[in-house]
């Protein structure tokens, strides 16, 4: 029906549309997962080594006893120029393997006076052993070894510290032997310049 008075006719604009409710659902579902992803991601560890041959981010996993507890996120230098500092993320529920005296180290294919290890990695690359450790808090970083240790921290002997004005020539696992008899290996200290029997 047309309105002959000539006055105007206003009509409410609806302010809501069905239109909107795909774009809400969508956000609300992409918040969701976010969320879901952050709350749920593991530990950070950050490792510190001279050389990251073999380590790629995204690609290299964290292993310990062979099952997969983490993976390599980036290897950069540090701002020293000197070392290559690898962040790494833990799965969830991996912290409890977090200790002070826990151990990484990477495994590759390597021959020695030990014999030959990590052959299983000539196919599927090199990969990061994590050992479990049991005391003290986490630290800021770990030292990535080269190879791993010679004992895991408790085993039964005793180890013992050999400081010197200077870093000696030895190689790792040269047994210490007393009247032709092995009662130990020699080993580089991770951490610092001394050398541990």
């Known amino acids: 029906m047309e309105n002959k008075s000539g006055e105007a006719k206003v009509q409410k604009v609806k302010n809501w549309s069905p239109v909107w409710i795909f ?11 976010l969320f879901y992803h952050y709350s749920h991601q593991g530990p950070e560890v950050t490792l510190i080594t001279t050389n990251a041959e073999g380590i790629e981010g995204g690609k290299t996993r964290i292993k310990s006893r062979s099952v997969d ?6 290897a950069t230098l540090t701002d020293d120029l000197t070392h290559v500092e690898i962040k790494a993320r833990l799965n969830s529920g991996m912290q409890k393997l977090l200790h ?7 495994v590759k294919p390597q021959v020695g006076r030990e014999g030959i290890s990590g052959l299983g990695t000539l196919l599927s690359g090199a990969y990061i052993e994590l050992q479990p450790g049991t005391k003290g808090s986490v630290p800021a970083q770990y030292p990535l070894l080269d190879s791993p240790p010679l004992a895991s921290p408790d085993a039964k002997g005793i180890r013992i510290l050999l400081e010197a004005a ?22 580089p200290a991770p951490s610092t310049r001394r050398n541990v029997v």
């Open 69 to 74: 507890v983490g993976v390599v996120e980036s």
């Open 166 to 187: 200077r870093r000696a020539s030895c190689r790792r696992a040269i047994r210490c032997c007393s009247a032709a008899i092995a009662w130990g290996q020699w080993k």
């Open 23 to 33: 774009p809400i659902v969508t956000a609300l579902i992409g918040a969701w997962i």
């Open 100 to 106: 002070n005296d826990s151990v990484f180290w990477v």
